[in-house]
């Protein structure tokens, strides 16, 4: 178990917690004006490509994986299209569920 | 927008392929993880900024949603991946183990290839890996028809990497549920990996 919590650490959680509790702090104490805000959203778009950018070039650079990528992605491919259609079909059951309040708050949304 | 994620994720891809060897995945990583915490801190601003929403999300009704989605998420990923990995031929305590990764690849492919086969883990990272990189261009779409049903498809990641996209594309207070389900998603990964790992 001990070794599942080291883990934890590796998706380095501690750092995602620190950086969105300081955005909600900066925020609830309004701290940016509304221009700063907008040029700081324009920069998290080029921050989200280069961040995709990494991601590819991670899978682009390993020759293993993508050696493995023929033989075990057919599987995976089928997998994750699996796993993706089984979660939004019991979703499509929740807003079902929830079809009222969901409406009644868009509507409060947009008034 | 989505052309843009699609074409960032395959040039990046061609770029490692043809100039970049193993040894730049640290650097990869840390500009990775220095992207990833500004976005975050960027959607937390919007987060904080609007605290009416917040407040509104605190009622019986909306609870019961944050509760729904992560437990429906993890039901459907679990049903829909062991029925597709059946169909390929895999096993299904492998295919549920795979599918219980929840979309955190780092994790669930090291966990599953230290502690059962090298081999399941290798497809758990490249279903997770998917999940998540497949997420980024489908979110967009699925949001026009439907904003809860675009939190399902991220699995984990809708509290960091797909969060700001879901926010993008539906609104705060759809982004504020996500983060509930990537966080208890998150959560729970490690559970029922070790409740999942075939003896």
Redesign the interface.
Known sequence: ?RG??F??G????E??FI????????????F?NYKT?KN??R???V?????????????????E??R??GL????????????????????????R??AD??RT?EQE?KA | MIYGIIAAILCGMGFGYLWLTISARPILDEVLLAALAFMVFVAGIEIGSNRHIIKKICNPKGLALMAAIPTSVVIGSIAGGGIAGTLTGMKLEDAVLVSAGLGWYSLSSVVISTMYSVEIGTISFLTNVLRETLSFALIPLVARYNKIMSIGIGGASTMDSTLPVIIKYTDLHTGILGFVNGLVLTLLVPFLLSVLMPK
């Open positions: 178990m599942l919590f883990l934890w590796d998706r380095h959680l750092n995602i950086s969105i509790a300081a955005g909600i702090l900066f925020g609830w104490l309004d940016f805000k700081l959203n920069l998290s778009t921050a989200l490509l280069i961040m995709l950018w990494c991601l590819g070039a991670k899978i682009g650079c390993d020759e994986l993508l493995n990528l075990l992605g057919f599987r995976s491919v089928i997998m994750a299209f699996g796993i993706i259609a089984g979660s939004l079909a019991l979703l499509w059951f929740v807003t569920l929830f309040d969901i708050e949304g």
